[in-house]
């Protein structure tokens, strides 16, 4: 059963879907359930739970009834964190699928004698966290 798990509302489906579809296999073993590149949805399980889904942004304020609303621009709100066991190999595998660099790997002994982190932002921006401890 799944509790709870995020679904990412994005303007490019198929730009999104190419680097989720790589990343969440690869990095935490999530598996593709439903969907495609052609969209609008597509979701990722880890084990028998829903890890991630995506969902056309478009679509979503069409059902919504939200598409004339102007679009928020503001400091981040929301932020993926996703523990890894290997923080710089996560960071190169998603700057080589198209993440933006924000913060490379760093060892954050403030939030943990082992922590260490680095940060990305996905195709639309979205704000993901890689760490280990």
């Known amino acids: 059963m799944d509790a709870m798990y995020p679904r990412l509302l994005v303007a490019d489906f198929a730009a999104s879907f190419r680097f989720y579809d790589a990343f969440l296999p690869k990095l935490i073993g999530a598996h593709l359930t439903k969907g495609g590149e052609e969209g609008p949805y597509a979701s990722w399980d880890l084990g028998e ?9 478009a679509a979503m304020a069409a059902l919504a009834g939200t598409a004339d609303l102007p679009q928020p621009v503001s400091q981040d709100s929301t932020m993926l964190v996703c523990r890894v066991p290997d923080v710089a190999a996560a960071h190169a595998f998603c700057l080589a699928r198209g993440a933006h660099d924000v913060a490379g790997p760093t060892d ?3 939030w943990g004698p082992t922590c260490r982190t680095a940060h990305v932002r996905d195709p639309e921006g ?8």
Request: no cysteine; glycine share 4%.
């Open 126 to 133: 979205r704000l993901l966290e890689f760490q280990s401890y």
């Open 49 to 57: 739970e829903g890890a991630v889904s995506m969902l056309d942004r």
């Open 108 to 110: 954050r002994p403030d």
